[in-house]
């Protein structure tokens, strides 16, 4: 593609936008995922057949939905397991050749007709399936993807996302919650990967939650800040934590170590992949024994009434002496109020926006008791929705949610921007003329319609490449146009990928100190001052 007509492209730069142009670049799905695996540098490689799994619940009357998703299944092959409220058409799409050639695996589980545990008769379905899935998928796959039939996830996203972590830790990765009423609550419990860049945070206000880096994984109570100064990372720590889990889980961290302290630790990190898994899945399972029995123990000894401090950490587990070793957190004194005894008494576990989706590790299924997680989800009556029986159940076992992050990178960002989970800008991806032409005066409309904010063209590249999952909601819409709608959306993602993918020859931008946006500007056939002096903002960073 010429450079004349890349720069024409973007009409936030007040360029015209010839009719086709758009359409032109409507390349096939597969052309554009193979052009996009071989342009850019992070772009994760792997096996989504093996490695991902598709796990969503709906009705019979809601099923367009997830046949939606065969859009983009069918270039790009998951496993799915789906749950529905009809017996008899669940064995029908079981027998069904399509479903069968695109990996479909239907489960019946009926409504909650007498709306015993939320006011959705489908919401104990939507939180039951995840331990569904796992007893039929067991540990072929790394990662589930989990999310309401009307969440649309995007598996470039997901890639990039996943490529940061290990998925045999217990994860459970989400960064959008619903905390005291609010979505995407700042102050929402919840932890950071371990080997989070502290120097990133920030307090807005004082006394203000801010999450901290947890290793190796996301506790419940390292959620809500609860620790003391024992468990604040050391050397020791870092040295353990890299036996077992090996470098990977604290690359990215600054800390002051020497090269030659690095690779001595480093060649005892156990080299079989097989080993080092049977270590962690032991760390996991003996985090999770311990969890269960600390509460029980906390349990007998008081009845703890709802709203009090021991209620709210389960008798303050985290003081236990027999914590196992090397749990700690990153604890950054200027960010970090150390002060538990508020903090118990203020922090109720966050849940995750089911419409925003979750991606769970294999990890943490298999360090779940999944009988105990189904005992939970049935008997609990009266909640607010499925993503909170959920939630609910994964709190119960001591495992917290962690958030990868991605906002703190970008100082100054505004609430609801660079949010990988429906960060508010559905809109921005339904189309290529919607996307290119900033459709909606370049702006996204909150849960208020009287509040906008202002999306520069750098955050819509980094929305497109980045975003793990949106939510299509089907509220008050018929299900065919949410169907539809879904169904365009996946197709103008793959095909402004291809437009994504097509810069990538620019040398700035394969250097990462272009960022693509700023390639389709008029006259930027010359590298900018800014490029050459190497202080473009890396994407994906």
């Not at 730069?13 to 850019?40: E, Q």
Request: proline share 6%; net charge neutral.
């Amino acid at each position: 593609m010429r450079r004349a007509a890349l720069g024409s492209l973007h009409p936030c730069l007040r360029r015209p936008i010839p009719p086709k142009s758009a359409y032109s670049l409507r390349l096939g799905a597969l052309a554009v995922l193979l052009a996009l695996a071989t342009a850019s540098n992070d772009t994760v490689s792997g096996d989504p057949l093996n490695d991902l799994v598709l796990v969503q619940a709906s009705s019979s009357n809601r099923l367009p939905l997830l046949l939606a998703t065969r859009v983009w299944r069918r270039q790009v092959p998951v496993r799915c397991f789906f749950a529905l409220n009809d017996s008899s058409l669940v064995a029908a799409l079981n027998a069904d050749p399509i479903a069968q050639q695109l990996n479909e695996h239907y489960a019946y589980y009926p409504d909650d007709k007498e709306l015993l545990h939320t006011l959705n008769p489908g919401a104990l379905r939507q939180a039951i399936i995840v331990v569904l899935a796992q007893r039929h998928f067991g540990d072929s796959y790394k990662w589930m993807l989990y999310g309401d039939d009307d969440t649309q996830f995007f598996l470039t996203g997901v890639k990039r996302l996943v490529a940061q972590f290990d998925p045999d830790q217990p994860l459970a990765l989400t960064d959008h919650h619903w905390y005291k009423s609010s979505r995407s609550h700042p102050e929402a419990p919840r932890c950071l990967p371990c080997n989070f860049n502290t120097s990133l945070l920030k307090s807005t206000t004082p006394n203000a939650f801010v999450p901290r880096p947890a290793c190796p994984f996301c506790t419940r109570d390292f959620s809500c800040g609860h620790y003391d100064d024992t468990r604040h990372c050391s050397e020791r720590h870092d040295g353990a934590l890299r036996e077992v889990y090996g470098p990977r889980l604290l690359e990215g961290h600054r800390h002051s170590r020497s090269k030659a302290r690095e690779a001595s630790e480093d060649s005892h990190v156990a080299l079989d992949p097989a080993v080092r898994r049977q270590y962690m899945q032991r760390l996991n399972a003996n985090y999770a024994d311990w969890y269960r029995k600390s509460r029980e123990e906390a349990e007998g000894k008081a009845a703890h009434q709802l709203g009090t401090i021991e209620a709210a950490v389960y008798g303050k587990a985290w003081m236990a002496a027999a914590l196992p070793f090397p749990f700690c957190v990153r604890h950054d004194p200027r960010v970090h109020v150390n002060d538990t005894e508020r903090q118990s008494e203020s922090c109720s576990f966050a849940k995750f926006h089911g419409g925003a989706g979750l991606v769970l590790s294999i990890g943490l299924m298999l360090a779940l008791d999944l009988d105990a997680a189904e005992k939970h989800i049935v008997e609990t009556m009266a909640s607010s929705g499925g993503d909170a029986l959920l939630s609910e159940a994964i709190a119960q076992q001591g495992f917290g949610f962690t958030d990868p992050g991605a906002r703190f990178h970008f100082p100054g960002a505004q609430p609801y921007h660079y949010h990988l989970f429906d960060g508010r800008g559905p809109h921005e991806l339904n189309s290529e003329m919607d996307f290119l032409e900033c459709r909606v005066q370049g702006q996204i409309k909150l849960f208020n319609p009287r509040m906008w904010f202002r999306i520069h063209p750098e955050e819509r590249m980094w929305m497109l490449e980045h975003t793990v999952a949106i939510h299509a909601s089907a509220r008050g819409r018929t299900i065919e146009e949410v169907a539809a709608e879904v169904a365009q959306r996946a197709e103008a993602h793959m095909a402004l990928l291809a437009l994504a993918a097509s810069l990538q020859t620019d040398p700035r931008v394969a250097s990462r100190t272009m960022a693509l946006w700023e390639a389709q500007k008029p006259g930027s056939s010359k590298p900018t001052q800014r490029a050459l002096s190497g202080k473009g903002r890396r994407l994906g960073r």
